[in-house]
Each structure stands twice: as structure tokens, then as C-alpha cells.
């Protein structure tokens, strides 16, 4: 499985952005889609998880502000009510599971810059 991230950049307080994530190759062996991110100087956390059955899990601190979507091998991220603590690189993360467990995906990074 390939991921490809993009829509990333520079965005003031407030405003919004809209990540996305393509996957290819082994794509129909993925169950969960989603985005982590990296701080600078943090640990990379997860911001939000869409499943194949189209269950969601949020950070408490994105909880609708940045809602997931989902299509066939494509997961969206939309950013609303930017802060500055949402300045990160976000990942795009996908797994699935096979005969050894979890497998885990990642894309390249994208990078968030909020202004306050």
C-alpha cells in the first residue's frame, strides 16, 4: 500500500483546510484510513480514524472541528477553526490486517501551518 497526502500549507486562525490521502496498490486490504501529526518537539498523536465500516474516532482536541470522510481508497481530513496549537506535519496513516497482525501505512507528511 502506497499513500499519497497532500493540501497542506499555511492558513491563518480560523480558517480552514482540506487534507487528502490516496491510497494505492494493495488498497482493498485496508480497514482503517485516517491522520496523525508531529508537532515539533511532540510525539505524533493521532487526529482522527475512519474504519471501513464507516466508524470514526477524533483527538478530544479536533472533536468537530476536523471531521473524516472517506471514499474507497481516498480518506479526507477537513480542518475547520484552525488554531496555531494545530500547527504540525499530518501524516496520513492506513492499515490492515493480515496473518501477522496490524500492518501499519504512511504517507509522505504534509505540513500545517497555522497564523495566529
Known amino acids: 500500500v502506497q499513500l499519497q497526502a497532500s493540501g497542506g500549507g499555511l492558513v491563518q486562525t480560523g480558517g480552514s483546510r482540506r487534507l487528502s490521502c490516496a491510497a494505492s496498490?494493495?488498497?482493498?486490504?485496508?480497514?482503517?484510513m485516517g491522520w496523525y501529526r508531529q508537532a515539533p518537539g511532540k510525539q505524533r498523536e493521532l487526529v482522527a480514524a475512519?474504519?471501513?465500516?464507516?466508524s470514526t474516532n477524533y483527538a478530544d482536541s479536533v472533536k468537530g472541528r476536523f471531521p473524516i470522510s472517506r471514499d474507497s481508497a481516498k480518506a479526507y481530513l477537513q480542518m475547520n477553526s484552525l488554531k496555531p496549537e494545530d500547527t504540525a506535519v499530518y501524516f496520513c496513516?492506513?492499515?490492515?490486517?493480515?496473518?501477522?497482525?496490524?500492518?501499519?501505512?504512511w504517507g509522505q507528511g504534509t505540513e500545517v501551518t497555522v497564523s495566529s
Open positions: 496513516n492506513a492499515k490492515n490486517t493480515g496473518s501477522g497482525g496490524i500492518r501499519d501505512y
Open positions: 496498490g494493495f488498497i482493498f486490504s485496508i480497514t482503517t
Open positions: 475512519v474504519r471501513s465500516g464507516g
